[in-house]
Structures are given as C-alpha cells and as structure tokens.
C-alpha cells in the first residue's frame, strides 16, 4: 500500500548517458512534484505538475524533460548527464484543501549517481 | 538573503531535554509552515503544519509561529534517541515549497 513509489531506487551510469526515473502516486492527489536533494542534503523543487499540466519549471537545463501520462504519473528523463546530476531526486504528491494548507507526501527517492 | 534560513547544526541534546528547532523566513506573505524529518538516506516524512500565529501541540511537538517577527520554531520534548534526525523547515511560498537546509539533531543516550 505505497502511497509515493519511485523506480528505480538507485542509478548509477556513465556521463553522456539518458536515462530515466519514474513516480507512481496512489493517493488520489492532483499534484505530483519533482525535488533534487544535493550532497549538502538541500532540498530544491524542479517540476510541479497539477492534473498533468506543468505549473513549476524551475531553473532546470533543458536536459531534463518532466512527463505526466496522467494525473497519478511522473516520470523525469534526464539526457546527455553530467557529474553536476549526482543527487538523491525526490518524486512528490499532494491534494490541495480548500482553507487548508497544502501537504507534500515524498517518495522513497533515487540516488543517481554519474561517473 | 535565503528564503528559508536554519542553523544546520548539530544540535545535540541529551536524552529527555528538550529540542528546540528554529527558522526564519524572508517572504512576509508565507501563510503555511511545514516542519519535515529526515533521517539518513530516508525521504522527508511530514511531522506537522501549522499556519497560524501561536503554539500547535501533537504529542511531543510543539510548532510556534509568530508571522510578525517571520519566525517558527519546533520544540521536541523529552527528546529521544530515535529522534536523531535532520529537521527540514518549509514555507509555502507562489505555488511551491521551499525547504530551508535543514537542522541536524543529535539525541544522546
């Protein structure tokens, strides 16, 4: 009964290389996120997807495309990678509440790792 | 200026004190205020929320806030071991959050 799933766990390729992670949500929530947490362990919003629509590109190299194929979904390609890509990426869900605030479950992570 | 700004740490206390846990933000119009535990190589795990002025209780934690002065704060009562674990601090800000670095606490026996 995983609420936030992530394939796979970890990631460990050669630089130049595409690759690829994906996010499964169960909750029912209408937002699903990306997050890169680096060596330092700071934790930074990439992507947001609301109802499969992009609503949060942050200042992301182009190299990174975010997908949603429907609302329970996202997956994250990354191609030509780099060392800089090194980190523990986060997918993430949430439901907004009217007058409520709106709470972020994660999912377990992929460490990536580029050598 | 950091938009979310905690003292990473450690803060290290001794089993049974109490912990106390605090950040500081830089957008006055934050309305919502998350605190997040993470332990080594574990995901952030929601402990409480809170988004108004004032102390929010759930067991051992305590959430204070105070809009005025952009700060909120966790205390964890008799701290334990278990609670060794770095403290992530988020604010809502235009359609995201935004995490500060996170505190590092250390509970010893």
């Known amino acids: 009964d995983t609420a936030v799933s992530q394939t796979p766990k970890y990631l460990v390729t050669q630089m130049g290389n595409d690759k690829s992670i994906k996010c499964e949500q169960n909750?029912?929530?209408?937002?699903m996120y990306w997050y890169k947490q680096d060596s330092k362990k700071f934790l930074k919003i990439m992507f947001s997807?609301?109802?499969?629509?992009?609503?949060i590109n942050e200042t992301v190299p182009n190299r990174f495309s975010p997908k949603s194929p429907d609302k329970a979904h996202l997956n994250l390609h990354i191609n030509s990678l780099e060392l800089g890509d090194s980190a523990v990426y986060f997918c993430?869900?949430?439901?907004?509440?009217?007058?409520?605030?709106?709470?972020?479950?994660f999912g377990p992570g992929t460490r990536l790792t580029v050598l | 200026q950091k938009e979310v700004e905690q003292n990473s740490g450690p803060l290290s206390v001794p089993e049974g004190a109490i912990a106390s846990l605090n950040c500081t933000y830089s957008?006055?119009?934050?309305?919502?205020f998350f605190w997040y535990r993470q332990y080594s190589g574990k995901s952030p795990e929601l402990i409480m929320f809170?988004?108004?002025?004032g102390d929010k209780e759930d067991g051992r934690f305590t959430a204070q806030l105070n809009k005025a002065s952009q700060y909120v704060s966790l205390l964890i009562r008799d701290s334990q071991p278990s609670d060794s674990a770095t403290y992530l601090c988020?604010?809502?800000?235009?359609?995201?959050?935004?995490f500060g670095t996170g505190t590092r606490l250390l509970v010893s026996p």
């Open positions: 993430a869900s949430s439901q907004a509440r009217p007058g409520g605030p709106d709470t972020q479950y």
């Open positions: 909750l029912g929530h209408d937002t």
């Open positions: 997807y609301n109802n499969k629509e992009l609503i």
């Open positions: 957008d006055r119009g934050s309305q919502s």
């Open positions: 809170i988004y108004s002025n």
């Open positions: 988020a604010v809502v800000g235009f359609q995201k959050l935004v």
